[in-house]
């Protein structure tokens, strides 16, 4: 999965406040019946833990991985790159 260099760099169509960013996460979740695990960044390598946005484990293919305390957009953004990636419409 290729997200844009730069974290804070929007995906088209994805400018939504905090509370609009989470509860679409929440309609893609019940949508594409994806479960959410969050993980502790931290306890990865200083700098590859702040470089992943989410992990997508092809072997339970409907469970992504994400950063506890992850802002919401770009939460947003990682999950809608994976569902793509995964073949899905976001």
């Known amino acids: 999965m290729t ?3 730069n974290p ?6 994805v400018l939504v406040s905090e509370d609009r960013a989470a509860a679409a996460l929440d309609a ?7 479960e959410i695990e969050e993980w502790d960044s931290t306890q990865l390598g200083s700098d ?3 470089r ?6 092809s072997r339970e293919d409907r ?3 994400v950063a506890v305390n992850q802002d919401p957009h770009l939460r947003l953004q ?9 073949g899905e419409r976001p």
């Open 3 to 5: 997200l844009p260099a």
């Open 8 to 13: 804070d760099e929007p995906v088209p169509g």
């Open 28 to 34: 893609l979740v019940a949508k594409h019946r994806l």
């Open 48 to 50: 590859i833990g702040d």
């Open 52 to 57: 992943i946005l989410a992990i997508h484990d």
């Open 63 to 65: 469970t992504i991985a």
């Open 78 to 86: 990682a999950v809608r790159w994976i569902l793509r990636e995964m």
